[in-house]
């Protein structure tokens, strides 16, 4: 693979920062993997991540989903059981699940709970948080109203948060979706970390921008702060 991105890398101009129309444009030609390759973007931010109140994390229901089927459990009691139901979440229960959990059977990508369920939630940190699948009221997947959760996780929201380098990485679609798709979606992720900015942040909020696909290397994007 190494010698594979070191051939694509001849043929581009690495110096040069891309609008996103352009850099999606370039994402497509360039993934030449033989499987759907997921394109990521890579936003460094001008934020101390070891300061609680400096860190950034948000959700976005993407316009143009993330191509990627998302199985979204639910731990509920009473009529919030239906209602996950109802809203095509792919498992749902309650005292059995937190039972799976704690053996180390998790057959999901998102985990949602209502309030009321937390409590029992609590002593699985150990195993979710790891995983990255701990439920959080920032993430909307501790909740009362189930329905609408699970219809917007099911149809392409997606978390973003820094990580302990104040970098953003997140999946925004396929090398298969139209470039217009791709862009609207990149778009509406800047868009929203820009609203995310901490008010303790001070100097410049975004430090660079990337966009890469799985196997490809990554493309220095132009964004508003430079334009």
Partial sequence: MGKRIENVKKSMDLDKRY??????????????????????????????????????????????GTGKKIRVAVIAKG???????????????????????????????????????????????????????????????????????????????IEFKNDAYGIIHTGCGKKSFSDTDLVENIKAIIDSVIKAKPSTSKGKYIQSIYLSSTMGPGIPVKFEEEA
């Fill in 19 to 64: 609008s996103v129309e352009d850099a999606v444009k370039l994402i497509k030609e360039k993934a030449n993997a033989k499987f759907d390759e997921t394109v990521e973007l890579h936003i460094k931010l001008g934020i101390d991540p070891k300061k609680a109140d400096q860190n950034v994390r948000g959700t976005i229901p993407l316009p143009h």
């Fill in 79 to 157: 009529e919030k059981v239906n209602e996950a139901k109802e809203a095509g979440a792919d498992l749902v229960g309650s005292t059995e699940i937190i039972d799976e959990i704690s053996k180390g059977k998790i057959d999901f990508d998102v985990l949602v709970v209502t309030p009321d369920i937390m409590k029992d939630i609590a002593k699985l940190g150990k195993i979710l948080g790891p995983k990255g699948l701990m439920p959080n009221p920032k993430s909307g997947t501790v909740t009362f109203s189930i329905g609408p959760a699970v219809k917007e996780i099911k149809a392409g929201r």
